[in-house]
C-alpha cells in the first residue's frame, strides 16, 4: 500500500464547531505531516511527528491541535477556526530523517463559515 | 530562517517547447526534492538529490543539483499538454521547506 488516505475530503464548519481530520498510512513510514496550502501558495509546514512524538510546531495557533495515536495514523483536531483557515491541509509521511520524499494525502479541503 | 527562492512564478509555452524552473536557498541543502501538482490535486514527489552536482533524468525531464548545494533545476524536454501543472522544489533536513513554485501552462 503506497498510499496516504485522508478524510473527510470535503469540510465546511463553523466558528464555533469542533471538527477532526483524519489520516492514515501504511507504507511503514515513521514521520508524519501537517500542511496547509492556500489557493495558489506552495504547502505551509504545520506539524510534524517522528516516531510518534511531535517534533515540530511551526508557531501554530492552539486552535489547531495535532494527535499521533499510533504509527499509522495523524489526526488534526479543530476548535474555534476563523474564516482565514479555510485552505487545503494535506497530510504527508515519509522514513525519518528524509528518505525518499514524502507522500501525500489528497487532502482536506477545508471551509469555515 | 531557511528560504528557498523559486523562479519563474509562471510560464506559458507551446506545446513542444522546452520548460526549466529554478530553486535557490539561502543555504546549503542536504538534499533536494522535488514535486509536481496537478491543478486541483496535490503534490506528487518527483525525485530527490542529495550529492554535489548531481544530476537525474527521468524521461523527459532533467534534475541537476548545483555544486554549493545551494540551487537546483528542472528541465522538461519537448513538454506536452500532461506536464501541465505547478512545479515545486522542496529543501531542507527533517524540516522541509517548499518553494513557491512554478505553475506551467502548456498550449496545445
Known amino acids: 500500500d503506497t498510499e496516504v488516505t485522508q478524510t473527510p475530503k470535503h469540510l465546511v464548519m463553523g466558528m464555533t464547531n469542533k471538527k477532526s481530520l483524519k489520516c492514515e498510512q501504511h507504507?511503514?513510514?515513521?514521520?508524519m505531516y501537517w500542511y496547509k496550502q492556500k489557493a495558489k501558495k506552495p504547502p505551509e509546514l504545520m506539524f510534524v511527528y517522528s516516531y510518534e512524538k511531535l517534533s515540530i510546531n511551526e508557531s501554530v495557533p492552539s486552535r489547531f491541535s495535532p494527535e499521533c495515536p499510533n504509527s499509522s495514523l495523524l489526526n488534526l483536531h479543530l476548535h474555534a477556526l476563523q474564516p482565514e483557515d479555510s485552505a487545503l491541509y494535506l497530510c504527508?509521511?515519509?522514513?525519518?530523517?528524509?528518505?525518499?520524499?514524502?507522500?501525500f494525502g489528497s487532502g482536506t479541503r477545508l471551509t469555515v463559515v | 530562517g531557511q528560504q528557498v527562492m523559486q523562479i519563474p512564478q509562471y510560464q506559458h509555452v507551446q506545446e513542444g517547447e522546452d520548460f526549466t524552473t529554478y530553486c535557490n536557498s539561502s543555504?546549503?541543502?542536504?538534499?533536494i526534492q522535488w514535486y509536481k501538482q496537478r491543478p486541483g490535486g496535490h503534490p506528487v514527489f518527483l525525485i530527490q538529490l542529495v550529492k554535489s552536482g548531481e544530476v537525474k533524468k527521468q524521461k523527459r525531464l532533467t534534475f541537476q543539483f548545483g555544486e554549493a548545494k545551494k540551487n537546483s533545476s528542472l528541465h522538461i524536454t519537448a513538454t506536452q499538454t500532461t506536464d501541465v501543472g505547478t512545479y515545486f522544489c522542496?529543501?531542507?533536513?527533517?524540516?522541509?521547506?517548499f518553494g513557491a513554485g512554478t505553475r506551467l501552462f502548456v498550449k496545445a
Open positions: 507504507m511503514g513510514h515513521r514521520a
Open positions: 504527508a509521511s515519509s522514513q525519518p530523517p528524509q528518505g525518499g520524499g514524502y507522500t
Open positions: 522542496a529543501g531542507g533536513g527533517f524540516k522541509t521547506i
Open positions: 543555504t546549503t541543502l542536504s538534499n
